[in-house]
């Protein structure tokens, strides 16, 4: 299959003409990569069972992992949904268009393809102007997983989506870096208080000034991670992953990169090539001879979470590109966005973990 690249720039008045085809593409059973606000999508028209099985062919994807849709107005939840739970206007009102997906209760509209058998549907209204202008153009409602192979780290970059899957799908956009870099957070109103199934961009702490009790599924946290089954069924799988095996250290900052510093250097001896998964706070710590043999990236400022999670998939993809054999990553606070960053980090290490 041919993939035509599309590059937009939204400064340049017109460009919404530029996604006339791939919203044509999208209507008619096509494979559309866009960007999000979070990372790169994988569009196929959501009541379209036959365009929907694309994506998981195109993505090597398990077929029990339920996609979301995406819409560009609120008036369509109403067909998705066979109900729409109490919570949800406020939390749309708040939150969207934006990076928070509502689980809810499905209607039979919504093929069983993209619930993974599940009765309930993820549903979102993304922010992007490139991603809202081509779903009120295609006229649908939009099933989009991320644009990545399945496992490999989410797409914030264009250049990843076509890395992974230039050939398999008809049209990508390319829009530039996404924003926020990591992906939605999935929350289940079908449940009173709601649970955080997946943490993302809109951050627990926002969610709390407008619902108490809000809680997050306890598999979500490192001490969890073997041996629970998650809610969320895309939880489960090792995820957002490398081809580098990663080992995550937690601890406070100058201990945890003494001991990335003393590792590095075991695993350099060994012929290892070492990737360092730095802050720039701790940057200085590193001794600078270790620089001769490793690769190390800065995530951002510490003091910034957004920082952190606006780089994470692009370096740990950067590390695959230098043929990094292992990576020693720091784990960030987990307050704000953290979460979201360190769940992945977590996930990335497959519970390859070290406390200190
Ligand atoms: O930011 C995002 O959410 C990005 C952009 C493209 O919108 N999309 C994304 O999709 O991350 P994906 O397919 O990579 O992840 C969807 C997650 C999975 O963990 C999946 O299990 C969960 O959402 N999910 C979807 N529908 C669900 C449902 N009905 N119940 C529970 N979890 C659901
Ligand atoms: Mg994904």
Redesign the pocket.
Known sequence: MKTEIIKIDTSVPGWDKQLDDAAQCLKSGGLVA?P????????ANALDEKAVEKIYLAKG?PAD??????VADTQVIGRLTSNVPEAAPMLMDAFWPG?L?L??P?STLVPSI???G?????I?M?SNPI?LTLIKKAGISVA?????SSGRP?PTLAKHVIEDLSGKVDFIIDGGSTR?G?????L?ITVNPPMI??P??VTIEQLHKLITGIRADKSLSSAHLENSV??????KYR?YSPNATLLLVQGPPELVASEIGRRAELYNNEGSLVGILSTEETAALYDSSLYAYCKILSLGSRKEPESLAANLFRCLREFDEKGVDIILAEAPDISGIGQAVMNRLVKASGGNIINL
Not at 65 to 70: D, G, K, R, S
Not at 182 to 186: G, I, K, N, P, R
């Open positions: 866009f999000t606000e979070t990372v790169y999508g994988l569009g994807r992992n339920p996609l979301i849709v995406h990076p997906t689980v809810m499905k993209i619930t993974g599940l009765d309930t549907v993820g979102r993304p991603a989009a997983p991320s644009a990545n989410s926020v990591v992906e939605s957070t999935v289940d199934l997946r993302g961009g998650p809610r969320s069924p895309g939880m995820h």
